[in-house]
């Protein structure tokens, strides 16, 4: 393999993984030195995403398929939907020497970790769960017993937050992207 680090962000459902991630690979300074994996998932579309660039978004019927194949470096069902991070890529992409961006949960994480041990961990939270609620709400797009099961599952994943090598809370997402952007840039100058 090439000199290339897997770096994960990981955390509870609605605790801005995905927002600090797209601001991550925005930041000028990190965009040639960081690569995304294009995760692969059979949940519904939301406002705004593009198949192909924020998900490939297949039948349960293919996924289920490629995940027997062996195409997958880790999946997992969420909240009813698969998710699967496509294993050729990362490898393509660390044997290249380029730096791997993932932004996948918690159970994930620790499949990767277990794959790849030197692989960087950073979680994101919010100071509290009541944080996390009102963010869920404001999303908008879960039932009232769909974010019960979210927040069920975030109290499980937040004890797992010291396992990680990084913390990043994100309550003010400015600092949290700065602390993040730091984290990162520290992690990819030092050698694997």
């Known amino acids: 393999m090439g000199k290339g680090k897997i770096i994960i962000l990981s955390g509870p459902s609605g605790a801005g993984k995905t927002t600090l991630y797209k601001k991550l690979l925005a930041r000028r300074g990190l965009r040639r030195k960081l690569?995304?994996?294009?995760?692969?998932?059979?949940?519904p579309m939301r406002p705004g995403e593009r198949d192909g660039r924020d998900y490939f978004f297949v039948s349960r019927k293919i996924f289920v398929r490629r995940k027997a194949a062996g195409y997958f470096l880790e999946s997992e069902k969420v909240f009813g939907n698969y998710y699967g991070t496509p294993h050729k890529q990362v490898k393509d992409f660390l044997a290249s020497g380029k730096h791997v961006l993932l932004c996948i949960d918690v159970k994930?994480?620790?499949?990767?970790?277990?794959?790849f041990p030197k692989a960087v961990t950073i979680f994101i939270k919010t100071s509290s769960l009541a944080v996390l609620r009102e963010r869920l709400h404001k999303r908008g797009s879960e039932a009232r017993a769909a974010m019960d099961v979210r927040l069920e599952t975030a109290r499980r994943e937040l004890k797992e937050a010291k396992g990680y090598d990084h913390i990043v809370v994100n309550d003010n997402l400015k600092k949290a992207a700065r602390r993040l952007e730091r984290?990162?840039?520290?992690?990819?100058?030092t050698k694997p």
């Open 183 to 189: 984290i990162v840039y520290s992690e990819i100058q």
């Open 108 to 115: 994930g994480a620790r499949r990767v970790g277990r794959k």
């Open 35 to 43: 690569v995304k994996t294009t995760s692969v998932t059979t949940r």
